[in-house]
């Protein structure tokens, strides 16, 4: 069996954030070295004290580092998708973390320690990564890819007509985040949306694993919560999107394009644009995603329903 990939994962743990950090644990295939928090979905607070839960109640063999999420006031937040305390109204006991350094702080020490191992899965703002970059500016180097959930080219948006949520929480970030150099996947929200979860999907899972027990309750009460506020029978997990990419990078199309954000505008502000132009003289600065296989989502989940269920 190959060397399983070095992940970093950076998360404001709402439905999908959890699942995506639950089945990364779970996966043979890669080693979650480092979970870091930030706010978005929830406060920052809440979004640290949610990795703990996470890890509570699935106790994986061998515990991630983990980050504290750095002190952050958004504008907006997911709480109307993933339920007041981001994990669908679910209420766990989890420990106060101790001795924990900064999210961005300790993805610093990590890269600096081991430089060009660890790919970073962005599954939230992009605000723990740029502040990472401003204490090191060598990061991109340091750093083997970072593959960003966030920005929207041609969908309808999710906050927003034509922004996205991870982009409107913290414009500036993902503008630094998107000229510093790393080697760059972005998925944007038109292959990431058809990433959801449906009732059938979600009973694959058995409860004979802490793990498994845990996602179901958290999907059961995610599909409650979908079903009352928005009338859809199905939850978004576009966070999955970055680990299926991770894992799955050969049979998705990229293509190198020029993106940027926009930061001021009233209306505007988090919105994305991606030139296209037949003559732009723009410099491509990150692999957008185009499409993903529509079984994709479907295989994966069959693939790692064992080792969930284990």
Same mark, same amino acid.
């Given at each position: 069996?190959?060397?399983?990939?070095?992940?970093?994962?950076?998360?404001?743990?709402?439905? *999908?954030? %959890?699942?995506?950090?639950?089945?990364?644990?779970? *996966?043979?295939?890669?080693? =979650?070295?480092?979970?870091? %928090?930030?706010?978005?979905?929830?406060?920052?607070?809440?979004?640290?004290?949610?990795?703990?839960?996470?890890?509570?109640?699935?106790?994986? #063999? +061998?515990?991630?580092?983990?980050?504290?999420? #750095?002190?952050?006031?958004?504008?907006?937040?997911? +709480?109307?998708?993933?339920?007041?305390?981001?994990? &669908?109204?679910?209420?766990?006991? %989890?420990?106060?973390?101790?001795?924990?350094?900064?999210? *961005?702080?300790?993805? =610093?020490?990590?890269?600096?320690?081991?430089?060009?191992?660890?790919?970073?899965? !962005?599954?939230?703002?992009?605000?723990?990564?740029?502040?990472?970059?401003? +204490?090191?500016? &060598?990061?991109?180097? !340091?750093?083997?890819?970072?593959?960003?959930?966030?920005?929207?080219?041609?969908? %309808?948006?999710?906050?927003?007509?034509?922004?996205?949520?991870?982009?409107?929480?913290?414009?500036?970030?993902?503008?630094?985040?998107?000229?510093?150099?790393?080697?760059?996947?972005?998925?944007?929200?038109?292959?990431?949306?058809?990433? =959801?979860?449906?009732?059938?999907?979600?009973?694959?899972?058995?409860?004979?694993?802490?793990?498994?027990?845990?996602?179901?309750?958290?999907?059961?009460?995610?599909?409650?919560?979908?079903?009352?506020?928005?009338?859809?029978?199905?939850?978004?997990?576009?966070?999955?999107? &970055?680990?299926?990419?991770?894992?799955?990078?050969?049979?998705?199309?990229? &293509?190198?394009?020029?993106?940027?954000?926009?930061?001021?505008?009233?209306?505007?502000?988090?919105?994305?644009?991606?030139?296209?132009?037949?003559?732009? *003289?723009?410099?491509?600065?990150?692999?957008?995603?185009?499409?993903?296989?529509?079984?994709?989502?479907?295989?994966?989940?069959?693939?790692?329903?064992?080792?969930?269920?284990?």
């Amino acid at each position: 069996m190959s060397t399983p990939e070095s992940l970093i994962l950076i998360s404001d743990p709402g439905v *999908d954030g %959890a699942f995506a950090i639950c089945l990364a644990l779970a *996966d043979p295939r890669v080693e =979650v070295a480092g979970i870091l %928090a930030t706010a978005g979905n929830v406060s920052a607070q809440q979004a640290t004290r949610n990795v703990r839960i996470i890890l509570d109640q699935i106790d994986p #063999p +061998r515990l991630p580092r983990v980050g504290i999420a #750095p002190p952050t006031d958004f504008d907006v937040d997911g +709480r109307l998708l993933h339920g007041n305390n981001g994990l &669908a109204g679910l209420t766990f006991h %989890a420990a106060d973390p101790m001795h924990t350094q900064t999210s *961005d702080r300790l993805l =610093v020490e990590m890269a600096r320690l081991h430089p060009e191992r660890h790919t970073v899965l !962005l599954m939230g703002p992009a605000t723990v990564l740029a502040a990472a970059l401003d +204490r090191e500016p &060598a990061l991109p180097k !340091l750093l083997k890819q970072v593959i960003m959930v966030g920005g929207c080219w041609k969908s %309808a948006g999710n906050c927003g007509p034509g922004v996205d949520f991870h982009f409107r929480c913290d414009p500036e970030s993902a503008r630094k985040v998107l000229w510093a150099g790393f080697n760059l996947k972005l998925l944007p929200l038109d292959v990431t949306t058809p990433l =959801v979860i449906s009732p059938t999907d979600l009973g694959i899972f058995s409860c004979g694993s802490p793990t498994g027990e845990f996602l179901r309750q958290l999907g059961q009460s995610g599909l409650r919560l979908s079903a009352s506020q928005h009338g859809v029978e199905g939850f978004p997990m576009k966070d999955l999107g &970055a680990l299926l990419a991770m894992l799955h990078g050969s049979e998705i199309t990229f &293509a190198p394009m020029a993106v940027d954000v926009e930061t001021k505008g009233e209306i505007t502000r988090g919105m994305s644009v991606f030139d296209t132009r037949w003559a732009t *003289d723009a410099h491509p600065n990150a692999l957008v995603a185009q499409r993903f296989p529509d079984d994709l989502m479907t295989r994966y989940l069959k693939f790692i329903t064992p080792f969930v269920d284990s």
